[in-house]
């Protein structure tokens, strides 16, 4: 809390400017680009960011298909995760979100300009439209972030178990899976402290529909988060 707090103060006199231009973006999304609106809304990222008294490390950008329309499937530790792969990824891309976070204010906004789709996770329709959505815009060359735990864990470097049917979406259109781990994002903001922090992600070696064609979905699952394991026990204690 302290360090939101810090942030708000920082950024104070540019909120007002964002919030109207977001405004605009969100009454004109058809007269606008989705490039233009989600490169909007990462340099408001950079913003907070540099202001959040937050060492960000990146690592594996190289491991990033070049062909644009895959998956990135991150273990999920806090409220900045979406924020320290706006700073570290350079192409565009859309995700899944609760449906909860549309009722937000301001977030909810950022989320109906960027496209990104929100799921009722109670709802198997929700569930089934998702899937069918995400599937055609891989298959268009959209990149989707999708978090396999479905919430955020609250154990720290923890994970809780990766859903199988996270990934129905890039079997149906045969496209790559990137693991993304997350390590020690949790401390920016569940840490009560505005002392300097260190996160970290890595984009690992992707899953190409060759590797995994004869795997389901559930086999799929086990082996992204077996990955994203191995690279949090070698890399937690890397800025201690």
Not at 38 to 50: A, L, T
């Amino acid at each position: 809390m302290k360090r939101i707090i810090l942030i708000v103060i920082k950024v104070l006199f540019y909120i007002p400017g964002w919030l109207l231009k977001i405004r605009y973006y969100n009454k004109h999304i058809e007269d606008t680009s989705f490039a233009e609106r989600f490169s909007y809304i990462q340099n408001i990222s950079h913003k907070v960011v540099s202001k959040a008294n937050v060492d960000f490390h990146g690592f594996g950008m190289e491991n990033l298909p070049e062909e644009q329309g895959y998956l990135l499937a991150p273990n999920h530790q806090g409220l900045f995760d979406p924020l320290i792969v706006f700073e570290t990824l350079d192409k565009p891309y859309k995700a899944v979100v609760k449906q909860e976070l549309l009722d937000v204010i301001v977030i909810g906004d950022c989320i109906k300009m960027l496209e990104f789709i929100g799921i009722d996770r109670e709802n198997l329709r929700s569930q089934v439209k998702m899937i069918r959505q995400v599937s055609k815009e891989l298959q268009e060359g959209t990149n989707y972030l999708i978090f396999p735990e479905g919430t955020r864990c609250r154990q720290k470097n923890k994970m809780l178990e990766f859903k199988g049917g996270t990934f129905k979406a890039a079997t149906n259109a045969k496209k790559p899976i990137v693991p993304v781990a997350m390590i020690d994002c949790y401390k920016v903001f569940d840490d009560n402290s505005i002392k300097k922090v260190h996160a970290q992600v890595h984009y690992l070696k992707p899953l190409y529909y060759e590797d995994y064609k004869d795997m389901n979905t559930t086999e799929i699952a086990q082996e992204v988060q077996s990955r994203i394991q191995q690279c949090i026990e070698e890399n937690e204690n890397r800025y201690e």
